[in-house]
Nanobody, 120 residues
Framework: QVQLVESGGGLVQAGGSLRLSCVVS????????MGWYRRAPGMQRELVAD???????SYADSVKGRFTISRDNAKNTVYLQMSRLKPEDTAVYYC??????????????WGQGTQVTVSS
């Protein structure tokens, strides 16, 4: 059974940093894109950053220049380095991976989420 386990969330003061990790286990397929999403209270889930298998990255405008996504394919792990955090970054952060099950079938897998709280 595929599991995505996130870690690294917590409480931090504005201006501080956190590093999120998401480890994928139990997969028997190759992993294509990996990404981080977040959901703030009362808001819809939004894409924060994603990274392709070729290491191309994209970011939400609100985090550009502050967050960095990276991946370690040997460890089936995706990271999100968050710097200069702001109170508006407070949210539950979820990782998502795109699994390639066959030449015609891909599936999204989600982690359970990790809380990030930034105090002012």
């Amino acid at each position: 059974q595929v599991q995505l386990v996130e870690s690294g969330g917590g409480l931090v003061q504005a201006g501080g940093s956190l590093r999120l990790s998401c480890v994928v286990s139990g997969s028997t397929f190759s992993i294509n894109a990996m990404g981080w999403y977040r959901r703030a209270p009362g808001m819809q889930r939004e894409l924060v950053a994603d990274i392709t298998v070729g290491d191309s990255t994209s970011y939400a405008d609100s985090v550009k220049g502050r967050f960095t996504i990276s991946r370690d394919n040997a460890k089936n792990t995706v990271y999100l380095q968050m710097s200069r955090l702001k109170p508006e970054d407070t949210a539950v952060y979820y990782c998502k991976v795109v699994g390639v099950l066959s030449s015609t079938l891909v599936r999204n897998y989600w982690g359970q989420g990790t809380q990030v709280t930034v105090s002012s």
